[in-house]
């Protein structure tokens, strides 16, 4: 295999990580927000507005408990699998033996972003926004 080839084939895997990542974040925000609106819906056959408070509330709470889980699949797991494939990439693409005319696409993509950490704030701002609407939101129907 040539190294265009081994290339075209990092290339692969690092987009089929970045699919499962995106899919990941949004069937779980999807799914989360489902369970939440059909808890709420369950909850008016409860006879009493403080009971339909409580036991929202605390649904709300243990949601993002399971919230917090998903972030740590993705951040801990899922995305160190992405980072570990482009960092293939542009190990590849930076080889001496690499002709210079090569596809530099990932190690310029890498050179723009300034490193791994600026992937991750992003996601992490987005996962606690969401806990933070989920556990306050529990915490403000309980009390």
């Given at each position: 295999m040539n190294k265009f080839e081994l290339w075209k084939e990092y290339e692969s895997i690092a987009m089929h990580f970045n699919t499962l990542l995106?899919?990941?974040?949004?069937?779980?925000?999807?799914?989360?927000?489902?369970?939440?609106?059909?808890?709420?819906?369950?909850t008016k056959i409860s006879s009493s507005p403080a009971a339909q408070h409580t036991i929202?509330?605390?649904?709300?709470?243990?949601?993002?408990i399971i919230w917090i889980a998903i972030y740590i699949?993705?951040?801990?797991?899922?995305?160190?699998?992405?980072?570990?494939?482009?960092?293939?990439?542009?190990?590849?693409?930076?080889?001496?033996?690499?002709?210079?005319?090569?596809?530099?696409?990932?190690?310029?993509v890498k050179d723009i972003v300034n490193g791994k950490a600026?992937?991750?704030?992003?996601?992490?701002?987005?996962?606690?926004?969401i806990f933070l609407l989920f556990f306050i939101g529990g915490l403000f129907l309980i009390n």
């Amino acid at each position: 295999m040539n190294k265009f080839e081994l290339w075209k084939e990092y290339e692969s895997i690092a987009m089929h990580f970045n699919t499962l990542l995106i899919q990941l974040r949004v069937r779980a925000l999807a799914s989360i927000t489902a369970i939440a609106t059909i808890l709420a819906y369950a909850t008016k056959i409860s006879s009493s507005p403080a009971a339909q408070h409580t036991i929202l509330g605390i649904s709300l709470i243990v949601l993002s408990i399971i919230w917090i889980a998903i972030y740590i699949i993705d951040i801990h797991y899922y995305n160190k699998l992405l980072i570990g494939a482009v960092q293939a990439i542009t190990d590849l693409e930076e080889e001496k033996e690499y002709d210079e005319n090569s596809i530099k696409f990932s190690s310029t993509v890498k050179d723009i972003v300034n490193g791994k950490a600026i992937f991750i704030y992003p996601i992490i701002l987005f996962y606690i926004i969401i806990f933070l609407l989920f556990f306050i939101g529990g915490l403000f129907l309980i009390n």
